[in-house]
């Protein structure tokens, strides 16, 4: 029989308009349908993961800021006391109004020896670098590291001058600081300082001072450690913006440029050629800002590779709708060909059946539609009764990193109040999580024995005490015949995790917990879990049951209830009852029953 030489190949069907017309219009529904779609939802996805990452980093900088904050209000507050007891002192009072004569009197060298001693005591040797003392009147100054000199003989004078200085701008200062270098001429090595002054007028308006120098070295070891380091630094910043101290000694005596206001602020900018994610705190004293810069390169790096990721996604995505759509309209246009070579030349019939079977394919489909109908409907009720078992599995897995997550944080939160011994709380916490996490990894389907989920439970009960304390009692009612009933897993201790957090955690984490597991008629099985915490509220219950009728549900709180219930409905059928309510007494009150699971259903199960 005769056959045309090239009439399907690639060169005929891009030329053939019919051919483009059907290409162009299965590509746009091909785009439209899925690779729109994709587009969208690629883009959102990096656009959130970008935001995710941002707030994260800026989170845990807000709390690391916070920290740092508080030890440096506990060292202002300690430095501040110190000055006050100076200069409430007699002996501190009557040095800077005694006029000192030469020789020197020995009612003056006893008071500068009693302001020596009390420098002293005021002296910190892990955090200061000196204690001082200057009077105007004497023109004279006793210091913790110098003793006591005139101005002429003392080293270190920009102590002196940077206070004059200052009180030349700003007269009518009493307590202020300045940042500063002195110069150790045993290390020979110059040292940064930050000078806290507190000033006093004497007669003829002349100005004393009683000041403590901190080492910024030391200082900074009380605010941050080596990780910390690691990870950014921290800068104090004046009401001007000048750099007062930064931890990673690059920015000192720099004006950076920073957000106006008395409001916490993050930003991102570069500072010295690097991007950085900047948050600004502002402090109590001296118009003072706490500084976190923290480097955006891991930042960058990681959206980088995202966006690579994405454009990977969105070409390799338009080429396997390009071919798709080639190969779509492949299969289309070869019967329509066909047909259409048949309307032009009747006498080719023939010779179309047997070069297209498709024509005879479809012909000979339609009578076997009839036929495949009787088993189609059994096909369908397997594949329904798979899905809903996939739909099971899946929704457990969802609720599984629920809870880890909460114990996680209670196991993270115990680590934090712990002192790091082996018999502490946190080595306990993390034994039990590492015994639940065990036990999960046993279950290789949705369902288990009732025994073996009140072992779980009660894991995970103990679990919860050491986070919240031993306020929680936890009562079981168990009935014999019920213990070997299969139950699907996790989901008595969803009941009891819901009561907890929900229920007995706003109130202090103390009050009691009442299980009950009976066997119904039918080998059915009826469970009650009942607190005297807070209770429901009415309008969260009609909520609960409302969000039940969806098929899908994104929620936060009380997701592992809706879960549970859509789990039992899965499994058991639109026969299981779900009751929530609030008891008389107070509390709450969860009842689900469940008719009789078909050995069927478990073995089914089982091959998953």
Not at 344 to 349: A, F, G, I, T
């Amino acid at each position: 029989m005769h056959k045309k030489l090239g009439r399907f190949d690639f060169a005929y069907r891009i030329q053939n308009r019919q051919f483009q017309k059907l290409f162009f219009k299965n590509w746009l529904q091909v785009f439209l349908g899925i690779v729109l779609p994709l587009i969208l939802c690629v883009s959102i996805i990096w656009y959130h993961s970008k935001k995710s990452l941002l707030n994260e980093i800026d989170t845990a900088a807000n709390r690391s800021t916070s920290n740092t904050m508080a030890t440096i209000d506990v060292l202002l507050e300690e430095i501040y006391n110190a000055l006050e007891r100076q200069m409430s002192n007699e002996n501190v009072s009557s040095f800077f109004r005694m006029v000192r004569v030469e020789p020197q009197k020995y009612d003056y060298i006893a008071v500068v020896r009693s302001v020596q001693d009390i420098l002293y005591t005021n002296y910190r040797e892990n955090l200061y670098y000196s204690v001082d003392a200057y009077s105007p009147m004497g023109d004279y100054i006793v210091s913790t590291p110098h003793k006591a000199h005139t101005y002429n003989y003392f080293s270190d004078k920009n102590l002196i001058d940077g206070f004059y200085a200052h009180l030349e701008m700003q007269p009518d200062q009493t307590l202020f600081a300045l940042p500063r270098t002195v110069y150790q001429k045993a290390d020979k090595i110059e040292k940064r300082v930050i000078t806290f002054y507190w000033a006093a007028t004497m007669g003829a308006g002349k100005k004393a001072f009683s000041s403590i120098s901190v080492d910024a070295d030391k200082f900074i070891g009380y605010i941050t450690d080596n990780h910390e380091r690691m990870q950014g630094s921290y800068l104090i910043v004046d009401k001007n913006n000048l750099v007062v101290l930064d931890t990673a000694g690059q920015l000192n005596d720099q004006y950076i440029e920073l957000p106006e206001g008395d409001e916490v602020t993050a930003i991102t900018a570069e500072i010295n050629r690097q991007l950085m994610r900047v948050i600004c705190v502002p402090m109590n004293r001296f118009g003072w800002k706490c500084v976190q810069m923290v480097p955006m390169e891991e930042y960058e790096s990681t959206t980088n590779q995202q966006q690579r990721l994405v454009m990977m996604i969105l070409v390799t995505a338009l080429v396997v709708a390009v071919v798709l759509s080639y190969g779509i309209t492949c299969r289309l246009f070869r019967p329509v060909d066909a047909i259409l070579r048949l309307l032009e030349n009747p006498s080719d019939q023939l010779r179309v059946g047997d070069e297209d079977g498709e024509i005879q394919y479809m012909l000979v489909s339609m009578l076997e539609v009839f036929q495949k109908n009787l088993t189609l409907e059994q096909e369908m009720l397997e594949r329904v009764a798979a899905l809903r078992r996939v739909r099971a599995k899946a929704l457990q897995e969802q609720m599984t990193p629920h809870f880890l997550n909460n114990v996680l944080q209670a196991i993270n939160w115990t680590a934090i109040e712990e002192t790091g011994k082996e018999d502490s709380i946190t080595s306990k916490s993390l034994i039990l999580l590492a015994d639940i996490l065990c036990t999960a990894k046993t279950y290789k389907t949705n369902i288990t024995t009732v025994a073996e989920e009140i072992a779980y439970t009660k894991k995970f009960v103990e679990l919860e005490c050491l986070r919240y304390g031993p306020n929680i009692h936890c009562y079981y009612e168990i009935d014999p015949t019920a213990e070997q009933m299969p139950i699907p897993c996790i989901s008595l201790q969803t009941l009891v995790e819901n009561a907890i957090s929900h229920g007995l955690q706003p109130r202090r984490a103390s009050g009691n917990i009442y299980i009950s597991i009976k066997a119904l008629q039918g080998n059915g099985l009826h469970i009650c879990v009942e607190d005297d915490g807070l209770g429901f509220d009415e309008d969260k219950i009609r909520e609960i049951f409302g969000l039940l009728q969806e098929e899908y549900i994104y929620v936060g709180e009380h997701l592992g209830i809706i879960n549970l219930f859509q789990r039992f409905r899965l499994i058991y059928g639109e026969k299981c009852e779900f009751d929530i309510r609030n008891r008389k007494d107070g509390g709450a009150c969860v009842e689900i029953k469940a008719p009789a699971l078909t050995e069927d259903w478990i073995q089914r199960a089982n091959r998953q």
